[in-house]
């Protein structure tokens, strides 16, 4: 019975120092972040660090607030 005990317990040291050696691929790469771009001035920003709005029924995704405004200010004063 004590040989089966120490068995045991080899066999779960050997699978943990496996672990630490040979980590699984999923944790080494983190999940990809999605981009989108600035329609005023084209720069890539993670979507959920951009400003969303919605204008004429379409979504637009800025980067800043200064940077969504001018859109809207620009596309304003083609419409008209």
């Known amino acids: 019975m004590a040989r089966l005990a120490l068995f045991g317990i080899a066999v779960i040291f050997v699978i ?47 980067s800043t607030e200064q940077s969504a405004e001018e859109y809207i200010n620009k596309n304003q004063t083609k419409t008209d």
Do not use: C, H, W
């Not at 496996?18 to 691929?25: G, H, T, V």
């Not at 329609?39 to 951009?50: D, L, Q």
């Open 16 to 62: 943990i120092v496996a672990r630490l050696i040979f980590p699984s691929s999923s944790s080494k790469e983190p999940n990809p972040t999605e981009m989108v771009q600035d329609p005023n001035n084209g720069v890539y920003i993670p979507k959920t660090e951009a400003i969303k709005k919605t204008i004429n029924g379409k979504e637009f995704y800025f």
